[in-house]
C-alpha cells in the first residue's frame, strides 16, 4: 500500500463509518478497485484504521465521556456483548465472506429495510428522543440487531439504527446511540488487529497506517457534525436508495 491509496481509504472510512452504507464495504471495494493485494497488512490497515473513529466520537461527545454517565456505558456495553461473543466465535467464517459480490447483496438488502422503515415511520410513535432514556432490555435488542453487521456490507450503523428506529428511538437518538456503540466495538476489533498485527507492517506501512488514521479522524468527525445535521430535516430514504443503486452497480461490475 503507498500513500496515495492510504489517503483514499482514509477518506472512505472517515465518511463511511458513522453513516448507513457500510465503511468495511466501501473499503473492500476501493481497496479492490485500486488494485490492492489482500494481504494480512492491508486487511489489517483497514481494520486498525476505524480506531480512528473512536477519537472523533470521543472528541465529539466529550460529555457523555464522564463518571456521571456510567448508567449510559453500561447500557452502551449490554448492546454490544451480543456482537463481541458471536463474532469471536464466527471470527474466522465472517473474515471468508470479505468479498464484493456479499458486500453488493447486503446493500441491497439493507437499502430495502431503510426504504420499508421510513415508509412506517410515524414521528409521533416514536418516543425516544434521548440516548440516557434508553432501558437496558432496548439496549440489548439493538445489541442483536447489531449482530447482523457481522455480515460484510450491512453496516453496523445501519444495523444498530434499523434496530434502534424499530423500538422508538428518533432518528436522532438512533444515530447517537450508533456513534457511542461503536466505541467499544472498535475498541475490540481494531485493538485486536493492532496486537495480532502489529509485527507485520514494514517501516514504510507504519508510516501509510499513521497517515491514514489522521485523515480518518478528521473526515469522521466533521461527518459525524454533518449527519446529525442532516438528519434534522431529511430521512434515511435517501441512504436506502444509493444502498440499491450501489448494490446493484457492484453486481453489473462483478458479476
Do not use: C
Not at 148 to 177: D, H, M, N, Q
Not at 198 to 206: L, P, R, S
Not at 233 to 253: C, D, H, N, P
Amino acid at each position: 500500500m503507498d500513500i496515495f491509496q492510504s489517503i483514499i481509504l482514509g477518506i472512505v472510512e472517515g465518511f463511511t463509518e458513522f453513516l448507513p452504507i457500510s465503511s468495511t464495504g466501501h473499503m473492500i471495494v476501493v481497496a479492490d478497485w485500486m488494485g490492492m493485494d489482500e494481504n494480512a497488512e492491508n486487511k489489517a490497515f483497514m481494520v486498525i484504521i476505524q480506531l480512528a473513529a473512536i477519537l472523533a466520537v470521543v472528541f465529539n461527545y466529550k460529555d457523555k465521556f464522564s463518571l456521571s454517565k456510567v448508567d449510559l456505558w453500561i447500557k452502551v456495553l449490554i448492546a454490544f456483548l451480543p456482537l463481541a461473543i458471536v463474532g469471536f466465535l464466527l471470527k474466522d467464517i465472517i473474515k471468508e465472506a470479505f468479498n464484493p459480490q456479499v458486500v453488493a447483496y447486503m446493500f441491497i438488502i439493507g437499502g430495502i429495510a431503510f426504504l420499508l422503515l421510513e415508509y412506517f415511520y410515524k414521528e409521533e410513535r416514536q418516543t425516544i428522543d434521548d440516548v440516557e432514556k434508553i432501558t437496558y432490555k432496548e439496549a440489548a435488542w439493538i445489541g442483536f440487531a447489531q449482530m447482523f453487521a457481522l455480515i460484510p456490507g450491512t453496516s453496523r450503523a445501519g444495523s444498530t439504527i434499523v434496530g434502534a428506529l424499530i423500538l422508538g428511538l428518533t432518528r436522532k437518538a438512533a444515530a447517537e446511540f450508533s456513534f457511542l456503540l461503536a466505541v467499544p466495538v472498535m475498541a475490540a476489533t481494531s485493538g485486536y488487529d493492532l496486537l495480532k498485527h502489529y509485527d507485520e507492517f514494514t517501516q514504510e506501512g507504519m508510516l501509510t497506517l499513521a497517515i491514514g488514521f489522521v485523515v480518518a479522524f478528521v473526515v469522521a468527525y466533521f461527518t459525524m457534525k454533518f449527519f446529525i445535521k442532516f438528519l434534522e430535516k431529511f430521512t434515511f430514504v435517501s441512504f436506502g436508495i444509493y444502498r440499491i443503486i450501489f448494490g446493484v452497480a457492484l453486481l453489473a461490475w462483478y458479476l
